[in-house]
């Protein structure tokens, strides 16, 4: 039981490069979460899925975009990415809404 | 505004301490969550509890109690007899449909 998982650990990219972070869970959840979070600034909520099939925009939804792709992977993008965006990010899932999550082992990443 | 505040950045104690991590919140639901977490130095989030809007009991477990006052809006966290293990950043949470967790406390213990 692996419980929740994101690849890679860690990525370094050049301003406007674009990539995909992954994430799994073999929890059977429903919903899923993407965090960033930054010195001082706790996790904020980027972009969560309630359940297969939906996706909403958390507190810092701009300059990414998600995909659940089945119920148990949902991917966070970015399309062209920035310094700002130099953070870790975490993924998470929760039986549902409502109930606790459970995070992976996050994924640092270094805007250049 | 802040939906959650910990207005404690940073805390030291000497082990065997008692201490306690302050927690308010903001929410016009009258149905909501509220949850406390901890991130130890390793990196990874680690679940604590988890509190309903409607029940205001509080609760203890081992070394960990948590006393919830809907009055004053505040979910705070208390370790009695603090050890070293218990040098974390603990991140208090709200769940009103969206997720907000505050910007968390460091806590160290000091041997």
């Known amino acids: 039981n692996a419980g929740v998982t994101q690849t890679p650990k860690f990525q370094v990219l050049k301003t406007g490069q674009s990539m995909t972070l992954q994430c799994a869970q073999d929890?059977?959840?429903?919903?899923m979460y993407w965090y960033r979070q930054d010195p001082g600034m706790g996790l904020r909520l980027i972009y969560y899925?309630?359940?297969?099939?939906?996706?909403d925009k958390g507190e810092v939804p701009n300059g990414y975009n998600v995909s659940r792709l089945n119920k148990r992977e949902f991917s966070l993008r970015l399309e062209s990415a920035a310094p700002s965006q130099t953070s870790v990010y975490f993924c998470?899932?929760?039986?549902?809404?409502?109930?606790?999550?459970?995070f992976g082992p996050g994924t640092r990443l270094t805007v250049l | 505004a802040q939906k959650v505040t910990q207005a404690q950045t940073e805390i030291s104690v000497v082990e065997k301490e008692d201490v306690t991590l302050d927690c308010v919140y903001e929410?016009?639901?009258?149905?909501?969550?509220l949850f406390w977490y901890k991130q130890p130095p390793s990196g990874e989030l680690v679940f604590l509890i988890r509190?309903?809007?409607?029940?205001?009991q509080n609760e203890i477990s081992g070394r960990y109690s948590w006393n919830f006052q809907k009055s004053t809006s505040s979910f705070n966290f208390t370790i009695t007899a603090s050890q070293v293990v218990d040098s974390a950043v603990y991140f208090c949470?709200?769940?009103?449909?969206?997720?907000?967790f505050g910007t968390g406390t460091s806590l160290t213990v000091i041997p």
């Open positions: 998470a899932s929760s039986e549902t809404a409502y109930n606790e999550q459970f």
């Open positions: 509190r309903n809007s409607f029940d205001e």
């Open positions: 899925s309630a359940s297969e099939g939906t996706t």
């Open positions: 929890m059977n959840h429903n919903s």
């Open positions: 929410t016009r639901d009258t149905t909501y969550y």
């Open positions: 949470a709200l769940d009103d449909n969206q997720f907000y």
